[in-house]
């Protein structure tokens, strides 16, 4: 299991990471042995706040983008991109929640937000963002509701996985995270307080 060591080192403060071959090769073997030995995670175990350190791009992004993006990136330093679940403690089932995906540049701050459902027999999150806001230094410049394609959190919790944006975690630990999305790229989050 060298690719834990690997996605250790990937998220650790340090000077020297792995280069983006290492990390996608570790991503690979990781997913590679989820599938293999089936293994399963808990919803909790997904809670919390986590930072995006790696990713390697979509498929169809990367065929755009002709081999620039490479086998990905990590994500600068100045770019502080964080995704956050909470348990919803209204619903009916443990398995639903609230997303908040936050991009940090500079002075400004970008949040997506909104319902969160988990497929656990598939390690499955599925969200949809229907809350936007922006802020500089603090103070909030604009906010409004969005919908991307459903008209209600309920249809979203009664939607089908196929018409859903997703991750697909193949990788939980208690310090990072790693999924492929619907469009089939890969990413790796760092655990924060």
Known sequence: MDYLQTLHSAIEEKSKKPNSETIYSALLNAEKENRKHNIKYDFHQLLG??????????????????????????????????ISYTKDVNSSTILQGKVNNKVNVGLVNFLVSGPIKYIEKRNILAFDFNHLSMSLLGN???????RSGV??????????????????????????????????GLALWKKIK
Do not use: C, H
Not at 56 to 71: A, D, H, I, R, Y
Not at 140 to 146: A, G, P, T
Not at 153 to 179: H, R
């Open 49 to 82: 706040n986590w930072r995006l350190i790696f990713i390697t791009g979509t498929k169809s992004s990367q065929q755009k983008m002709g081999g620039l993006l490479g086998k990905g990136f990590y994500i600068p330093p100045f770019a502080k991109i964080t």
């Open 140 to 146: 909030q410049l604009y906010e409004q509701d969005i």
């Open 151 to 184: 008209k209600s959190e309920e249809e979203f919790y009664q939607n089908n996985i196929n018409k859903q944006a997703f991750f697909s975690y193949f990788l939980v630990t208690e310090k990072f995270i790693a999924a492929r999305g619907r469009g089939g």
